[in-house]
């Protein structure tokens, strides 16, 4: 076996430069508890992008490097520096999920019993050709499932069903869903028709409603359309959904989805109140799809709240034993209700092209790249 | 006894003219569970203006009716008809806290316990001469103490406690308030110094930051000051204050809370995540002395929460036994921790004259009326 192996690292250096590099790091050897993996398949998702390039302005992005170790640079705006000076200098390692081959273990007995199989890993520096990791941090896929099918089984599988245990755990009893033609939405609107959970699909293009009624949605809202704000009070109606996730993040699209929401509670109140309903209104705020500041308009009463929904953060407030049903679930359904699609599969080389930058980093909703880490 | 008796009533008619009007009612008679309430002082609160005046343009009032039932009347934009949609041809009493003397009684022996006592009362249409309510809603003053002593004895005092109280249920371990150096504001600076609380007053003026000193506060930053955003990140860093409570709604001051907070927590952060830090920061928006859309910047991470803070939707989370713990509290410190000072004391006819209105309406920090009913 190799004593040195690749890997995509992302350095913000101090002359306001993003330094995108394919690098050769050595490969390290497990201990007790942990797997060498042989990773051969990671997607990229759009919260990978973030390290990935951070508020670098990619219109200046360059290929630098050579063509067996890449580089792309890009300028960074004076402005965001600050923002991202916790990791000046830092050549960090990206890629929040994939799958592959367990090619070593330590001696430990959770370790040795994953030798030979084929897992999936979470827990970041996946965009290598080896990664170790605790055996505990894999998800032993089952017999026949390729590496290629379990490369994301973890960002967007976990999420669709954390909003719905999130449902569950909060009291509410259907669910709003932006950005929902996306692979997670498409996901997400499998899982709701699977447990009879009412979800309120909102979509930003004709042809993506088109696309999730096919796929079996049965609420489905385009925010273009005029008559979004009617359409989406309606769906809400028919639904009673009181709690929204949403990938967007900038303008006013929380804002209206909580107006609307306190609308429906506000028809059904038998007296007028100035602070509106006492119906609570949640919205999960899990991306950032717009980075623009959130307005919200406060035409909702008092029984409301926004905030920020991160995958990590909801599994240590689930705890252990959700967290493992739910896993158990996606190893079940991996080639069907959590099943993934990729547009292109490309080379860990090929990843820092410009042609492939300009087609992944755009985040347009039914493109998704897989990284070939061996290729 | 009179079987009549003067309340305001604030009505919306259809031709979008609101009209604050002196009214004549019928003085109710309790039943078995009621008692019968003298009203003798009724506080002017920023949350009784909205029900007065909701969204009406308050640069077309106008005086019209008689001496002895003033009527006042202003125009409401088109815009904000559509908001108040709920209350259009309702009398609406206004009034949301008062005290005076319990007069009559029914026959159960909590009503009859309370006869001849001095109350508070929570409820609505307090301003009024007479006001019927269930026994259980009265808070008995201690002897000696006066109507105009426990006329503020409910929004301001246990919005105050609640915020406190709200920090403990929450697992936070210091507070910020905005408006700082209003009524409520010099309150809660009363009870964190005596709880050893760790409280930042945020204020908009230099006189106003004076006085919380003053008055012993020990972290006070203004926020109309060049230095604001660093004065409010040492005042968090000294305080480790997680949790907001936020008088004014709109605009950027909650969004700069959060990314303050945020700041200090990522100073304390071992390694760097571009999700930021999983320090859990909440902002609560109890007032809307602002009614421009909240913007938020989002440069807090992922560990964040803004939602609405409205006393009663607390008071049912909270429960009984914590209810009953506060009101006692402000009973026992009414006229110490709780005390609440006027600067002007009105008949209900004078509460409806321009020249009142000129100066209660603009709900000015320091500025405070009282209403008399039985003057």
């Known amino acids: 076996m190799t004593d040195k192996a690749l890997q995509i690292q992302s350095l913000l250096r101090e002359d306001q ?4 590099r394919l690098a050769e790091v050595p490969v390290p050897t497990p201990a007790a508890d942990e797997v060498l993996v042989r990773v051969e398949a990671a997607p990229i998702n759009p919260s990978d992008l973030g390290l990935l390039f951070g508020a670098a302005d990619m219109s200046t992005a360059r290929a630098t490097g050579t063509a067996e170790l890449p580089v792309i640079e890009a300028d960074v705006p004076a402005s965001a520096m600050h923002m991202m000076a916790g990791r000046l200098g830092q050549a960090l390692p990206v890629g ?9 273990a330590g001696d430990d ?11 999936g890993v979470f827990g970041g520096e996946l965009y290598s050709q080896y990664r170790c990791v605790k055996a505990s941090q894999c998800l032993p896929l089952h017999e026949g499932t390729t590496a290629e099918q379990g490369a994301s089984c973890f960002v967007n599988p ?12 909060e009291g509410h009893k259907a669910l709003v869903h932006t950005a929902a033609a996306s692979n997670l939405g498409q996901m997400l609107n499998r899982i709701c028709l699977a447990d009879g959970v009412p979800l309120v699909n909102i979509v930003r293009k004709a042809e993506q409603a088109a696309l999730l009624r ?8 385009n925010s273009s359309a005029d008559s979004f704000v009617d359409d ?6 028919e639904t009673g959904a009181t709690l ?15 107006g609307c929401m306190e609308a429906v509670a506000v028809e059904q109140m038998g007296a007028y109140s100035r602070y509106g309903s006492d119906v609570f209104k949640q919205v999960y705020v899990y991306g950032a799809l717009d980075f623009s500041p959130t307005t919200l308009n406060r035409n909702f009463g008092f029984a409301w709240a926004l905030g920020g929904w991160l995958l990590p953060n909801f599994l240590q407030r689930a705890g252990g034993e959700r967290m ?17 699609h990729y547009t292109a599969r490309v080379s860990l080389a090929e990843a820092l092209s410009l042609e492939a930058l300009a087609v992944y980093g755009r985040q347009a909703t039914g493109q998704k790249f897989l990284i070939s880490p061996q290729r």
């Open 244 to 258: 929204a996730f949403d990938a967007i993040g900038g303008g006013r699209l929380a804002s209206t989805i909580l």
């Open 214 to 221: 096919e796929l079996g949605a049965r609420h489905v809202v």
């Open 232 to 237: 989406l009070t309606a769906a809400l109606r």
């Open 96 to 104: 929040n999920e994939g799958a592959g081959t367990v090619v070593a």
């Open 158 to 169: 976990m999420t669709a069903l954390g909003m719905v245990e999130t449902m569950t755990m």
């Open 324 to 340: 493992q049903r739910m896993q158990r679930r996606v190893a079940d359904e991996l080639t069907s209700t959590f099943a993934s």
């Open 109 to 119: 007995g959770a370790a040795q019993a994953l030798l030979g199989r084929t897992v």
């Open 17 to 20: 430069v993003l330094e995108v």
